[in-house]
């Protein structure tokens, strides 16, 4: 490849141009072009520059695309990947906050400034943090795709001051409020869905999406297979994550219940006959059908309501099974698995308050044996 620098007579600057191959999509030559150097020797070292990266291969001609329009493209080819509230609330972004303030910038234009002035667009639109990071997170992963593609050399979103939200702490209940809400809960049709939240720390599609042949009574345990999704319209095959596709082991409790609730499964069948809907799940309506999530949080904050309980939410239960067993002495690597995380280190970062107190335990063990042994 070889490139020419000659003097703009009519700016008195110096200018160069290459050629840098075939476009693929129409087979004509391409050049690229530079101009408004102020000595020859600037142009000869540009020149010299980019002709090394053509010829290491590391040269990207950097897209003139709109970024709306490769948003949308890039959401096109994710879409398979997502779940449809996931996937809605991506739509919603780029509706309402993403193409309004980047859309109308070339992909190549973009700059950190951009990036960094767009999350100040969105604090001045009083969005939680929450929200903020989330939106950024989708910008954020579009651009490193279009790295990957070779659309852009850098990712501008990579070297800004990121969103950050705060911790909250987690609200769980003690051994004795778990043992007041189950038994105040245990006529509630809902009640083995609560149980397992409790015995188990599975997430609420986990538990709604659960079948029978996921449960292996033999080996005292189930998998994780399939999830519902959270508008109760629909199934998913696996778990949030890879890492999610897991087994629990079950207790003898839970185990029992289980049992005595496969008999009223039974019993159901055979009173609604071609009337049951036979999605083969373990938590379902009378008639088989999916439980509405609806359905099952609301009865959830009434029983708590009537059994004068602190006010928690249904994915607390999960915490609550994972503080309780961190509490007890359980190994933390059992947990994380227990739980779907991919790493031990967001156990710990999530139950971290948690861990205060069992270091003062064990601290007391080990002055107990050495001190009083």
């Keep these: 490849m070889k490139g020419s620098i000659k003097k703009n007579k009519q700016t008195s600057k110096w200018d160069f141009v290459i050629d840098i191959g075939k476009d693929p999509m129409t087979g004509k030559r391409k050049q690229k072009k530079k101009r408004g150097f102020e000595t020859k020797k600037e142009a000869e070292k540009a020149l010299a520059a980019l002709l090394n990266e053509l010829n290491e291969g590391l040269y990207i001609e950097t897209s003139k695309q709109a970024y709306s329009d490769y948003i949308h493209f890039w959401l096109s080819i994710k879409t398979h990947e997502m779940s449809n509230q996931t996937l809605k609330a991506y739509q919603s972004y780029l509706k309402n906050h993403i193409n309004s303030s980047l859309g109308s910038l070339s992909l190549s234009s973009l700059t950190p400034m951009h990036i960094q002035g767009f999350i100040g667009d969105l604090r001045n639109k009083e969005l939680s943090e929450s929200t903020i990071k989330r939106i950024f997170n989708v910008v954020n992963a579009s651009l490193n795709a279009a790295v990957k593609m070779e659309l852009i050399k850098k990712n501008p979103a990579s070297t800004i001051e990121k969103p950050r939200v705060a911790a909250k702490e987690t609200a769980i209940w003690n051994l004795d409020e778990v043992a007041l809400f189950l038994n105040r809960s245990i006529s509630s049709p809902y009640y083995i869905a609560y149980l397992l939240a409790v015995t188990t720390g599975m997430r609420q599609g986990e538990i709604l999406g659960l079948r029978w ?87 959830f904050d009434n029983l708590i309501t009537k059994a004068n309980l602190p006010k928690i939410r249904f994915h607390d239960l999960r915490h609550t099974h994972a503080s309780l067993m961190l509490q007890q002495g359980e190994n933390i690597k059992l947990i994380s698995e227990r739980l779907g995380h991919s790493s031990v280190k967001i156990t710990l970062d999530t139950y971290s308050h948690v861990l205060p107190n069992m270091q003062q335990e064990a601290s007391n063990r080990l002055a107990d044996k050495l001190f009083n042994g």
């Design 213 to 299: 042949k996921d449960v292996d009574f033999e080996n005292e345990c189930l998998y994780i297979r399939q999830t519902l999704t959270h508008d109760g319209k629909g199934f998913k095959e696996g778990a949030k994550s890879k890492a999610g596709n897991r087994s629990i082991g079950l207790d003898t409790v839970t185990l029992s219940t289980l049992k005595q609730h496969r008999k009223q499964i039974a019993t159901n069948k055979l009173r609604y006959s071609t009337a049951y809907a036979d999605y083969d799940l373990v938590v379902c309506t009378n008639k088989g059908k999916p439980i509405n999530p609806r359905n099952l949080l609301r009865t």
